[in-house]
C-alpha cells in the first residue's frame, strides 16, 4: 500500500509547501503553515473514466426573469443583498470578533421565520443556552426557529438532508465545521473548503439560501482561506469600531446585486437598529465654526453618504513628523500633503498631521481628496471651512480637480440635509446635458488645487521677521 504523504499548507493565502518553515512564500506570512495528511492513492492503472452525458448548448439571448428574493424584514441589509436572499445562494459575512455578525443574522433569521420560512441556526461555537440569552436579550427568542449546536460535517448535512421546505439556513462559523475524512483540524485550509463546497452543493441542490460566518485574521481579511470568496456568491463584511456604536455591513461581492453596496446600523441594548439616514447621524455632533472639519459628499454604491473629514496638525517634537489617518488610505494623505507643498507653495512638513473620517466609517474612494486638502488647509490656516458648504472631488498630481461620479446624487443629499453650497471640480463640456443642481445650492467650481487654498491663505498669519523675536504658531501654514 501506498503511504500517506505530508504536507504544509498556508492557513493564510493556501499556498503548499513541501516543507515546514517560518514564512510563506506566497503571502509573505509568517507562521501560518500546517501540516496536513495526503492519502496517496495505490499503484496500479488508473480506473477507467466513465462516460458522460453530452451538455446542452442554448443561445446567449433568452427570456431571463430577475431571481426570487426572501426578504429578512431589514431594509439594510436587504439593500446590501441586492433585495434580499437568493433560494440556492451561499452568502459569506466576515468581521471581527465581537463586531455583531451573530447577532444580525439570528435578528434576520428570526424575522425570515416570523415571515413563514423555514429558518434552521446551526452554531458550532456557542451553546444552545447561549443563543438562547442572546436571542432573549434581543426580542426575538418567541421566533419559530430550529437551532442547533453542531460541528461535525456528516451529522450537519444528514440533518439538513431530513428537513423539507427549508429557506434559510445559517452556519455560525464555518471554521468550526469538520470533516473526519481529512486528517487536519478544524479551520484548516483543507477543513474550511471541504465543508464549504458540501454545504454549498447541498444548498443549490435543496434550494435553500446558505449562511456562512467567518473569521478574520489580524490584517481584516478572511482567515484560512481567502479561497472562500470564489466559492460563494456574495461576500459580506462587517465593519466597524467597537468603541463606536455605528456598524457598516458592506458587499464586497454579490452575483445577484450591486457591489460596494453598504448598510448602517446602530448598536444598542437591544441588537443592530436600522440607520435609515446615515447622513444626518454621522453630522449630528459637528460643531460648525471649528478649522480643520470639512463635510465630505461621498457615495457608497448607491446610497449618498455625508460625513465630515477632520484634520489637525501640531508641531513635531521629533526629526520625524508624524502621519496618523483613521478611517481613510495613508498613501492619499502622503500624496496630498506632496501636492500641497510643491503645487499651493504651503509648507508642512514640520508638523505632525492627524487625520480622521468621524463617526468611524471608512471612506475609499478617490473624491474624498478635496474635502481631505480643505480640512487639511483649514487647519494650517486656522480658519474654519464655510459649514455650509460640502467638498468632493480628486486631486491630481499636478494639482488639477478632476471629475467625479454621481454629482447630481450627491448634490441633492447635501441640499436635502440644508447645505447650500458644494465645492467640486469644474464641468467640463463633453456634449452630455447640463449638470442639475438643486435649487438654492451655490455651486462653487475649482479647477485647481491653489484655487482652493487662495481664500485661506488670503487671511493666513505670516511668519513674523526675525527681530520681533515672536514664535509663529507652529500648526499654521506658511507660505513662500
Not at 461535525?152 to 475524512?181: C, F, H, K, P
Not at 478574520?216 to 470568496?229: S, Y
Amino acid at each position: 500500500m501506498a503511504k500517506p504523504s505530508h504536507r504544509f499548507v498556508c492557513q493564510s493565502c493556501g499556498t503548499v509547501h513541501p516543507k515546514w518553515q517560518g514564512k510563506c512564500e506566497g503571502c509573505g506570512a509568517w507562521n501560518t503553515l500546517a501540516e496536513e495528511v495526503v492519502e496517496a492513492r495505490a499503484p496500479g492503472p488508473a480506473k477507467a473514466a466513465l462516460g458522460g452525458r453530452r451538455v446542452e448548448f442554448v443561445p446567449l439571448k433568452g427570456q431571463s426573469s430577475p431571481p426570487p428574493r426572501t426578504r429578512t424584514g431589514m431594509a439594510e441589509l436587504d439593500r446590501v443583498l441586492g433585495g434580499g436572499f437568493v433560494p440556492g445562494s451561499v452568502v459569506l459575512v466576515g468581521g471581527d470578533p465581537g463586531i455583531g455578525k451573530s447577532t444580525i443574522l439570528l435578528q434576520a433569521a428570526a424575522r425570515v421565520a416570523e415571515a413563514g420560512k423555514r429558518t434552521l441556526y446551526v452554531s458550532g461555537e456557542e451553546a444552545i443556552e447561549q443563543v438562547r440569552l442572546r436571542a432573549l436579550r434581543l426580542g426575538v427568542s418567541g421566533a419559530p426557529l430550529g437551532l442547533a449546536a453542531a460541528s461535525s460535517l456528516r451529522d450537519i448535512l444528514a440533518s439538513l438532508e431530513e428537513e423539507r421546505d427549508v429557506g434559510l439556513v445559517i452556519m455560525d462559523s464555518i471554521q468550526t465545521v469538520w470533516l473526519d475524512s481529512l486528517d487536519s483540524a478544524p479551520g484548516t485550509v483543507s477543513q474550511v473548503r471541504a465543508c464549504a463546497a458540501e454545504l454549498g452543493r447541498l444548498a443549490k441542490s435543496r434550494g435553500f439560501a446558505l449562511v456562512l460566518v467567518g473569521h478574520v485574521t489580524k490584517e481584516g481579511t478572511l482567515a484560512g482561506p481567502r479561497v472562500l470568496e470564489h466559492m460563494v456568491d456574495a461576500t459580506l463584511y462587517f465593519e466597524g469600531d467597537r468603541g463606536h456604536q455605528f456598524r457598516i455591513l458592506r458587499a464586497t461581492k454579490n452575483r445577484f446585486g450591486a457591489t460596494d453596496e453598504i448598510g448602517v446600523f446602530e448598536m444598542t441594548e437591544t441588537g443592530l437598529a436600522e440607520v435609515p439616514n446615515p447622513s444626518a447621524l454621522f453630522l449630528a455632533e459637528r460643531r460648525g465654526n471649528v478649522s480643520g472639519s470639512a463635510v465630505f459628499a461621498g457615495l457608497e454604491g448607491t446610497r449618498p453618504v455625508l460625513v465630515e473629514v477632520q484634520a489637525l496638525l501640531s508641531p513635531s517634537a521629533g526629526g520625524s513628523p508624524r502621519r496618523q489617518v483613521v478611517g481613510w488610505d495613508s498613501g492619499r494623505l502622503a500624496m496630498l500633503l506632496a501636492v500641497l507643498e510643491s503645487r499651493c507653495r504651503m509648507t508642512l512638513g514640520m508638523n505632525d498631521v492627524y487625520l480622521n473620517i468621524a463617526g468611524g466609517l471608512r471612506i475609499n474612494e478617490p473624491a474624498a481628496d478635496l474635502a481631505v486638502a480643505a480640512a487639511l488647509v483649514s487647519a494650517a490656516t486656522d480658519r474654519p471651512c464655510s459649514p455650509d458648504t460640502v467638498y468632493f472631488g480628486e486631486v491630481g498630481l499636478s494639482g488639477e480637480i478632476r471629475q467625479v461620479a454621481q454629482t447630481e446624487l450627491r448634490l441633492r443629499e447635501a441640499a436635502k440635509l440644508g447645505f447650500s453650497a458644494a465645492t467640486l471640480p469644474r464641468r467640463v463640456a463633453r456634449g452630455g446635458r447640463a449638470l442639475s443642481a438643486p435649487e438654492g445650492l451655490r455651486l462653487s467650481e475649482t479647477g485647481h488645487l491653489a484655487d482652493l487654498v487662495a481664500p485661506f491663505a488670503a487671511g493666513a498669519t505670516r511668519k513674523p521677521a526675525a527681530k520681533e523675536k515672536a514664535k509663529p504658531e507652529p500648526a499654521e501654514a506658511e507660505f513662500d
